[in-house]
């Protein structure tokens, strides 16, 4: 071999070896978001699957302990809503690892509650630690996949969701019924400061990206070539937008805002099925905690399943017809099936199509909401996160508190769910529209520029 084809292959091994860290690198980012949801998901499903532990512990009704979501919706929604720009401001890694201690911490002490009253102070913590790495851990994947695998990325970080019910779920309920439900939960918690040490050493900074106005408003006028002149001929009125004036920027995206508003009628819907599931499942069927747990996995498989290749076929064929065909079939069966429901093998069948049905559209739809509102990514995750927030408080509240405790009735509220989807599926039509969103943000990202922070 000469010394030239030597040095070739040395040079052939370096950049193999760089491009196989570069693809270590990607997965592990990749597994470490997927970590934060999973952590998240898996500790709100134990607790619902809980339900009937907690009505015994603290003496009161299970309405009741469904109002504890409530409370955990309304921390977060609220956090949500002023946090936004706050995430941009100091970058998704520090309010990633910030949030989860703080959710970490949370649920540990709600382990040793001992009234009802103390588990939910306990949750409205966990909210604000869930508000905090919620929306900044999808803003970041936004950020960091390309466009042409970001459906697929975010499809598997949200696939958590349904990885947790497989996993986590029946072990923990595994360990409630040998110990109790307080173990159940706090080995969540033990596994959360993991999290949060995974995020703290593992993901790497992203630059954030500083928006700054071509012009002040009051000087602009209407000629369209006034975003290219000002910042040659005038940079004196080159200005960095303000906390409240990037809640405008995002507030006055028809599309961002529509966004929003289908997620106030779409998310709370399932979530508030979910949490009466097990109620339903012990009353209906007199299944025990293990038992639901498995029922839980099951549902969970299904999910992972229809997730993944939906998220995956979206990258191939667009957002727009799976998000709207799986909110569709979401909304028909997330009605009848409680109806159909005669005898326990139905009502797990069934429960495993609904799981399957409602994650279709998952990642696609999450995917889709990073695209909403490109210059403001963060505020606009954050500003949709406390709409989600507030629909599964309200939804939690209304079929929990309302319809079931007072007629016990599991069918009523699967109708009442079954209406918020139609909402949801008409606003879609008219606001879940990939490219006029792309072009409406091209113009309007005319009159904004982007700095990179250091």
């Known amino acids: 071999m000469t010394s030239k084809e030597s040095i070739q292959l040395d040079e052939n091994q370096q950049q193999n070896g760089k491009s196989w860290k570069s693809f270590l690198k990607v997965y592990l980012v990749l597994a470490v978001l997927f970590f934060v949801m999973f952590t998240m998901r898996s500790t709100v499903t134990i607790l619902q699957v809980f339900v009937p532990n907690l009505s015994s512990a603290f003496s009161v009704t299970e309405g009741t302990i469904a109002i504890m979501f409530t409370i955990y919706n309304l921390s977060a929604a609220f956090v949500s809503l002023l946090i936004g720009p706050v995430v941009e401001r100091f970058g ?6 910030t949030g989860m201690f703080i959710f970490a911490t949370a649920v540990m002490f709600s382990t040793f509650a001992t009234e009802f009253w103390m588990m939910a102070i306990t949750q409205a913590v966990a909210g604000i630690g869930a508000a905090c790495f919620g929306p900044a851990n999808i803003a970041y994947a936004g950020d960091y996949f390309p466009k042409s695998k ?5 499809g598997l970080i949200m696939s958590s969701f349904y990885i947790g019910s497989i996993i986590a779920v029946p072990i923990n309920a595994y360990v409630a019924d040998l110990l109790d439900w307080r173990w159940g939960v706090r080995t969540m918690s033990i596994f959360s400061f993991l999290v949060f040490l995974m995020i703290l050493f593992a993901i790497p900074r992203i630059k954030g990206k500083k928006i700054t106005s071509l012009f002040k408003p009051k000087e602009s006028n209407n000629d369209p070539n006034e975003t290219l002149l000002t910042k040659d001929k ?11 004036s990037r809640m405008k920027q995002v507030l006055s995206n028809k599309y961002a805002v529509g966004t929003f508003f289908i997620t106030l009628f779409q998310r709370g819907g399932l979530f508030a099925m979910i949490i009466l599931l097990s109620t339903w499942l012990n009353a209906k069927f007199q299944f025990e905690t293990t038992t639901i747990g498995i029922i839980f996995m099951g549902a969970g498989i299904a999910a992972l399943v229809s997730n993944s290749f939906f998220s995956w076929l979206a990258d191939k064929v667009g957002k727009k017809a799976i998000i709207i065909i799986g909110t569709s079939l979401t909304a028909i069966w997330i009605g009848i099936f409680p109806l ?9 069948v069934n429960i495993i199509i609904l799981s399957f049905v409602g994650a279709i559209s998952m990642g696609s739809y999450n995917a889709f909401i990073t695209e909403v509102s490109p210059l403001s990514k963060g505020t606009a995750l954050a500003i949709n996160n406390t709409f989600g927030q507030i629909s599964q408080a309200a939804a939690a509240a209304i079929l929990g508190k309302i319809i079931y405790d007072l007629t016990g009735n599991y069918t009523y509220c699967g109708y009442t769910a079954m209406g918020f989807y139609i909402i949801s599926v008409i606003l879609m039509f008219f606001f879940v529209r990939p490219k006029e969103i792309e072009k409406y ?4 990202a005319k009159n904004y520029h982007l700095q990179e922070n250091s």
């Open 92 to 97: 998704y890694k520090l309010m990633m690892f």
């Open 150 to 154: 970001r459906t697929t990325a975010i």
């Open 441 to 444: 943000n091209a113009l309007r």
């Open 340 to 348: 159909i429901s005669f005898t326990a093998a139905l009502a797990i």
């Open 234 to 244: 005038h940079p004196e009125n080159i200005i960095e937008l303000s906390y409240f």
